[in-house]
């Protein structure tokens, strides 16, 4: 019957890593694949963000152990890819078309299952991995490493390479617990388990180089010019990297699937049917894109995020401008503008004939001064 796997994405959202290059924190994705039967974490992969290239990736570091029988994932973009699920029945997700690529994964003979998370609806339901990513599980481990105990956090990401080499020995400590009572591990670990499947004559399939390599590769599904070339979305620029290719000169119009080097796509590349039928090799025309298609997609990413923290600013900037033209065209209150205020000033008698030293003032005269001033002062009061 062969192994199943049940694959799924996590996300470390608990773990704060930084760029070692560019410094930029983020939390890193993995996408993992467990065995079924045992439980025991088999392969995974690791980048900043869920893409397809993370699930081919992984899926290529588990042919390193076996080649499954039946994996069931889930229908998100990175998953459900035409790339590697091409033509596969059940898949729900991206248009449907009869020009899509035979799927790697149909090469390598794997049954492919499309899960739900609505268990009254769906089957087979949600994927076993979901058990591994929970409390107690995978994340939580990873978390409470004795190199990471005070660091990670927000306030103290730690290195994406120091993570990488961290990872391995929290799955390796998650697959040797002992003491697991859930299916069939009766106090054993995955470990044991996984083992003990083995022994029993499980047969083990394994893929061959040749279709391991193509993992390596991505595919496109691309139309035949009349000059003979394709043109790749991946890696685009100002420009699009386009191949040629004598054959396919008689091939215009016609749809084929080029598989590629997602690493370095000045390279040749391999031209496939629609029906998995070798055709030949193509060669690279200069072009003014990104070499490996990575990073095109980070030039795309920060693009957008570019643009979307420019329009919060320039909305950010016109509230700024409406609350201070707000404050500074502040109006009068309409009604009566009120009297000044009134106040007197008195003065001693010395200060007076200092004031009228010029002006010399008799007694009598300067008596009825103080008597006016303090008639005045009364009245105030």
């Known amino acids: 019957m062969g192994f199943a796997v049940s694959g799924d994405a996590l996300s470390f959202d608990r773990i704060f890593v930084y760029d070692d290059e560019t410094g930029e924190v983020f939390n890193p994705r993995m996408w993992a ?3 079924v039967a045992s439980g025991k974490i ?8 869920e893409n397809s290239d993370m699930f081919r990736k992984s899926v290529y570091n588990l042919t390193e152990l076996l080649c ?3 994996m069931y994932i889930d ?13 596969v029945p059940g898949r729900h997700r991206f248009k449907r078309k009869e020009t899509d690529p035979v799927g790697l994964l149909k090469y390598l003979n794997i049954d492919v ?47 994406y390479s120091e993570f990488l080499a961290l990872l391995p020995e929290a799955i390796a400590e998650h697959n040797a617990r002992k003491g697991r009572r ?47 070339t394709v043109t790749l979305n991946a890696g685009r620029g100002d420009g699009r990297h386009r191949y040629y290719a004598d054959f396919l000169v008689h091939l215009a119009g016609d749809q084929v699937a080029v598989l590629f080097n997602p690493e370095n796509l000045s390279e040749q590349v391999h031209i496939y049917s629609l029906t998995g039928k070798l055709l030949g090799t193509a060669d690279w025309l200069r072009a003014r894109a990104f070499n490996d298609k990575a990073a095109g997609r980070e030039h795309a990413r920060l693009k957008t995020q570019h643009a979307k923290l420019t329009k919060q600013a320039a909305q950010k900037a016109t509230r700024i401008s409406d609350l201070e033209f707000k404050q500074l065209n502040v109006g009068v209150p309409a009604g009566k503008i009120p ?3 009134r106040s007197v000033t008195q003065l001693a008698p010395p200060e007076l004939q200092t004031m009228l030293a010029n002006k010399p003032v008799s007694s009598e005269r300067l008596r009825s001064f103080e008597e006016n001033l ?3 002062i009364a009245a105030m009061a």
Request: net charge positive; aromatic share 6%; glycine share 12%.
């Open 33 to 35: 694949f467990e065995d």
């Open 42 to 49: 088999l392969a995974q992969a690791v980048d900043k963000t």
């Open 68 to 70: 499954p029988k039946h």
């Open 75 to 87: 229908n998100t973009t990175a998953a459900a890819n035409k790339c590697l699920t091409g033509q």
């Open 113 to 159: 299952h499309f899960t739900s998370p609505n268990h009254e609806v769906a089957s087979p339901g949600s994927k076993p991995i979901e058990r591994a990513f929970g409390i107690g599980g995978l994340h939580s481990t990873m978390r409470e490493l004795p190199a990471l105990m005070g660091r990670g956090t927000r306030a103290k990401p730690i290195p």
């Open 182 to 228: 859930g299916g069939v591990c009766n106090g054993r670990s995955f470990d044991e388990v996984f083992a003990d499947g083995l022994g029993s004559g499980t047969p083990l399939y394994k893929a061959s180089p040749q279709l391991r390599r193509m993992l390596l590769w991505d595919q496109e599904s691309c139309t035949v010019s009349k000059q003979g």
């Open 339 to 341: 009297d000044p205020a």
């Open 374 to 376: 303090r008639r005045n």
